[in-house]
Nanobody, 127 residues
Framework: QVQLVESGGGLVQAGGSLGLSCAAS?????????MGWFRQTPGKEREFVAA????????TYANSVKDRFTISRDNAKNTVYLQMNSLKPEDTAVYYC???????????????????WGQGTQVTVSP
């Protein structure tokens, strides 16, 4: 059974930083899969945040977080990270990590391309 477990969410003041982690288990394909972070607020659709290809050398970001967030991965640990700096109140959301089942050298921006999702972790940024 595939399992993704996010951690690292919490409450931070605007301008602060938080780091999220997502540990994957249950299958052997994670080192060849693309992984991504998405977020969702009540009443809104889930939105793309960042994604990274299997090698970790190619990443892509939503315009709203570019130059503030950094996605990375450690395939030996089956873990993907999201470092969030210069946080803004509009970054407040539940953050989800996801992994594709197929092998992708490049990052994937569409949620429909991801097969497995974590349970989410709350990030709250106060003004």
């Amino acid at each position: 059974q595939v399992q993704l477990v996010e951690s690292g969410g919490g409450l931070v003041q605007a301008g602060g930083s938080l780091g999220l982690s997502c540990a994957a288990s249950g299958r052997a394909f994670f080192s060849r899969a693309a992984m991504g972070w998405f977020r969702q607020t009540p009443g809104k659709e889930r939105e793309f945040v960042a994604a990274i290809g299997w090698s970790g050398t190619r990443a892509t970001y939503a315009n709203s977080v570019k130059d503030r967030f950094t996605i990375s991965r450690d395939n030996a640990k089956n873990t993907v990270y999201l470092q969030m700096n210069s946080l803004k109140p509009e970054d407040t959301a539940v953050y989800y990590c996801a992994t594709t089942e197929g092998s992708f050298s490049g990052p994937r921006r569409l949620g429909s391309e991801y097969s497995y999702w974590g349970q989410g972790t709350q990030v709250t940024v106060s003004p």
